[in-house]
């Protein structure tokens, strides 16, 4: 006796890789809208995330040249940039035991006359900061020269300014005595002056900012520890936070992580929608060949697989094509005079990976009840399907 071979048969199988690929290609206008739209989803996340840490990026990298190990902030400030701190106490500060040296300094983003924001830093004679400029022409502006600014190379060639030029902003004019070639889009765009030039321009008195400060031993995290508890022990309204960390302490930088991720997820989940749409259209309009597919021996966990992939193809195609628009996209934008200055642009692997997961685990969840959908379907009546 003969008995009816059970399953798809061997042909079946050897085609079933290609079958999710072959309904995609079905209705290739609804795919490309599907794909169309993870990409825009994958992009904005990627352009807005690294926006965000571009600017923690910037500030981080500019510190690091200039070699600061931990910064001295407000515990009452939102945002560093509006801190009034009295001037006086970086010599304290340099005095407690474990602390090289300790300088104030007054930071303000102003803009330019062609519409150019730059950060303009204010530093004290003998600072060891102005010991980090690299010049490439000119000098520092001593005593003599109360009006004179440093400016980064980058910016200097943006507005064609060169040693001896005027420079006007803030209703002040200036006279360029240096050009440096620094570490950094942020210092390497900056507009650096004295400390008693900057405190008369913005109207604050002997007060600072920030106080920048380089530690004796930076290779002993035990000695750096006890430093930091002797720093908060002595000066209880500061916050001390570590080179690397200062994103961690700015409320404005958690805002700006915050509003990406949200604005991100939102994008993203709205893509989900689109896929979920679209799998949803594809059973209902296959729901007959998914009757003859059961009927020939396919079982629930094959045509789960099929649906599930076909979700799978739309995201990763969607995700490979946001992560290009989403790199280009977001180095354009940093190009722009606004965000030139203020934001350092570094797409590592991870954000890609972070991208493509959330994408991908998302758009699985969303294939989900499609295919659960596809499965309860009874061949009897899928098969009576018009």
Not at 189 to 209: M, P, Y
Request: glycine fraction near 10%; charged fraction near 20%; proline fraction near 3%.
């Amino acid at each position: 006796m003969i008995r009816a071979r059970k399953g798809p048969g061997p042909r079946a199988g050897m085609l079933f890789p290609s079958i999710p690929l072959r309904n995609l290609a079905r209705r290739p206008l609804r795919s490309l809208l599907t794909v169309a739209g993870i990409a825009i989803a994958v992009a904005s996340f990627i352009v807005l995330v690294s926006l965000s840490r571009g600017i923690e990026n910037a500030w981080i990298r500019s510190l690091e040249a200039r070699g600061v190990h931990m910064l001295a902030l407000s515990k009452e400030a939102v945002e560093v940039l509006t801190a009034t701190l009295d001037e006086e106490l970086a010599g304290r500060i340099a005095g407690i035991p474990g602390v090289a040296e300790a300088t104030g300094e007054l930071v303000n983003v102003v803009r330019l006359e062609d519409g150019v924001h730059v950060v303009m830093r204010g530093w004290p004679d003998g600072s060891f900061l102005w010991d980090t400029i690299a010049l490439e022409q000119g000098r520092i502006p001593g005593a003599g020269n109360r009006m004179g600014v440093v400016v980064g190379r980058t910016l200097a060639t943006a507005i064609a300014a060169g040693v001896g030029d005027p420079l006007e902003f803030m209703g002040h004019e200036f006279n360029v005595s240096g050009v440096s070639a620094s570490a950094g889009v942020m210092n390497d765009s900056a507009v650096i002056t004295r400390l008693d030039t900057l405190q008369r321009i913005f109207d604050r008195g002997r007060k600072v900012t920030v106080f920048a400060i380089r530690l004796k031993d930076t290779g002993d995290t035990r000695a750096v520890g006890e430093t930091t508890r002797l720093l908060e022990a002595e000066f209880p309204k500061l916050a001390f936070v570590a080179t690397r960390e200062v994103g961690d302490g700015n409320e404005i930088l958690q805002v700006l992580r915050a509003s990406a991720w949200s604005v991100s997820l939102v994008a993203i989940v709205t893509a989900v929608v689109v896929v979920l749409n679209t799998l949803l259209m594809s059973v209902t309009e296959r729901t007959r060949e998914i009757g003859v597919l059961s009927a020939i021996g396919w079982g629930p966990s094959r045509i789960l697989a099929t649906i599930l992939i076909e979700g799978l193809m739309l995201s990763a195609a969607g995700s490979l094509a946001g992560a290009g628009i989403g790199i280009v996209g977001v180095h354009r934008l940093a190009a722009l005079g606004r965000l030139r200055a203020l934001c350092e642009i570094v797409i590592d692997g991870k954000l890609l990976a972070e991208a493509w997961i959330v994408t991908l685990a998302l758009a699985s969840a969303g294939s989900l009840y499609p295919a659960w959908r596809a499965v309860r379907l009874r061949p009897t009546e899928a098969l009576k399907h018009e």
